[in-house]
């Protein structure tokens, strides 16, 4: 690439973008490319340790002053775990939206918020939710795709009080997991959306698994940590033929000069069956 890449990635809830796309970050941050991470929602209510535990299993919930107060700490905790997660991976700038997550709607203070960043910050790539995923408008993570895709359209016009120049996207990734799992093929796909893109993130999925485990307050440390990347990430991985992959869906056919063919793809053409069988079972050793 003749300059660092501008990446942007934008989940609905703290744990999002390290759970969808923690090892393609973690490979552009190391090359140099900047990336920026945007988490629309305070995620308080979303597997939290003690609000949606602790108060799960109570006959009576706190008076309603005392649960915000509540809800504002753990918004405090999950967003430095955020940080942390980010630092893991070598990622540095993380903006928090602090949106209640108990209902997540495109409205249009949210669009035009996030327009704002896009132009200040003038990503070339999003990673985002899939706008349809889960069903739909009721789903979080959809709500959250529907967000960018009406931010990056307005980002790319003038908006009154916003002296920054419009601002185009180059191309938006939606993470497979949660949208597209399994299907890798056209004929998979049965005429619907599919994986076109695969990041091979065997050698930093540790580094994934260590932002994972300090996502404390999520519950996602630990052994759910190692079963979801095992299960999701070594199912995208077991479909491009390596250990571990994250799988991206995009939103455009790309043009390109000559037709584009991997390295990895040309080195596994040279293989045998049980090289790459050796290859993709490598599990990680953490």
Known sequence: MPEPLRILSIGAHPADIFDQSGGTMAHHAARGDRVSCVVLTHGARVHDAVISERMFHLDR?????????????????????ARVACRILGVEEVYFFGADDGVLLPDEATVRRLAVLLRELRPEVILTHFPTEGGGIWNPHAAT???????????????????????????VFYWGCGAATVPNTVWEARGGYYNDVFIDITDVVEKKLA?????????????????????????FGSACRTAYAEGFITYKAERHYYLPLSDFDRQLARESDHEMMARYSYKMKT
């Open 61 to 81: 919930v706190p008076e309603a002053e005392a649960l915000k107060e509540m809800m504002r700490e753990r918004s405090d905790v999950k967003a430095e775990e």
């Open 145 to 171: 795709g529907q967000i960018v895709m009406l931010a990056a359209g307005l980002a790319g016009s003038v908006d009154p009080g916003d002296r920054n120049p419009p601002h185009r996207v180059a191309q």
């Open 211 to 235: 932002a994972l485990d300090a996502l404390v307050s999520q519950g996602y440390g630990g052994a759910y940590a190692r079963k979801r990347i095992e299960t999701s990430d070594g199912a």
